[in-house]
């Protein structure tokens, strides 16, 4: 009592207005009694403050309130099909990832082994989704170090495919055939860049590319080999000989210069006579200075003619295949004796047969190789009903 009656002692106070001096005096109860109310004032303010925060944060979240059961069974429901969804979420991953890995082993076996059609495989393997993957890390990590290794070998393949594709071009070069006769272009791609929204995203697209350039690169070599079917390459009798060649030569009945649409091969009366390539009859018909003559078409605008048979084995419209025999060796038409007149016809123009008999050994094996990827293996129109 004493320390307050220290603290709370008579106080005057002097206030001057400019005019008059006024003075007055606080006494100590009353000034208890004001410092009292300021207290309590304060301590209500404190206590309202308080209470704001607390509900402020109760209903933030931050402070968890006390749960019903009913309201905590939800949780844990909600717990479980968040669980479930993530579950689901690396099974899908999964699927999509063993299903591309699929998919490209089978593009890679048929490339390298050569036994295929690129029209039975796909390239619209499943897209795999970057937040899945993040999740089901664990469970992919195997799958991928299969896919870096596919990447690795499609390259490999691809490059063989393009060695391939370039030494068959380079024999059908020398035929004076373009390539791109059988080989059509590629589709043409666009648009306008955008960049992949992270490093993994862009890996994968590499991949991605490695594969489709692998498949395009395989797609134009067969292509290619599968029109090469309709070179005539095979031997059309079983020893070959020439009595006279393709060009200008000395006409054998005139003795004056003339152009020769073929080369002669001699033989004796009923020598076999057989299909160069797959394709169907045009012709089988007496045809003037050819005597009796077979007219095959190869398709890609190739024919191959056959003269002065003795005898015609094969009917108009009718399909064909390499090796087949289709005639016999004879003397009809403007003949001096018993031989084959054999010409190839490119676009209805005669051109020399010797370069298509002396490249037959690669064409035929990639013709056998063609042949074992398609079902229909013959060239020419639709044969008529």
Known sequence: ????????????????????????????RTQALMAGVAGITLCFSAYGVAQAAVGAVAMSGIVDAPLSPEAKVAQMQAKVAAMQADVETIKQAAKAHATR???????????????????????????????????????????????????????KARQAAEQR???????????????ERFAPRMAAMGGPFEAAD?????????????????????????????GVIAIPSAQPVERLAFTSNYGVRADPFRG?????????????????????????IDRAERAGGYGNMVEINHGKGIQTRYGH???????????????QLIALMGSTGRSTGPHLHYEVRIDGHAVNPIP??????????????????????????????
């Open 1 to 28: 009592m004493s320390r307050l009656k220290t603290h709370f002692t008579t106080r005057d106070f002097i206030f001057h207005d400019g005019r008059d001096l006024r003075r007055f005096s606080v006494g100590g």
């Open 256 to 280: 004056t210069a003339a152009m020769h649409a073929g080369v002669d091969i001699p033989g004796p009366m009923g020598t076999p006579i057989y299909a160069t390539a797959d394709g169907i």
């Open 309 to 323: 048979l003795s005898k015609i084995l094969v009917a108009p419209f009718t399909r064909v295949h390499r090796g």
């Open 101 to 155: 890995v699929e998919q490209r082993q089978a593009l890679i076996s048929a490339v390298i082994s050569g036994k295929g059609d690129p029209r039975s495989l796909t390239l619209a393997a499943p897209t795999v989704n970057s937040h899945a993957d993040k999740i089901a890390a664990d469970v992919l990590a195997p799958l991928k170090k299969v896919e870096q290794r596919q990447v690795a070998m499609a390259v």
């Open 198 to 226: 992270s490093a993994e995203a862009e890996a994968d697209l590499r991949a991605d590319m490695q594969f489709r350039s692998l498949f395009m690169t395989w797609k134009k070599l067969d292509s290619l080999e599968q």
């Open 356 to 385: 298509f008999l002396q490249t037959a050994d690669y064409l035929l094996a990639v013709q056998d190789r063609a042949l074992k990827t398609t079902q229909v293996s013959v060239g020419g129109p639709a044969a008529a009903d």
């Open 165 to 179: 594709y370039a030494l068959t071009v380079a024999h059908v070069r020398k035929l004076g055939i373009a390539p």
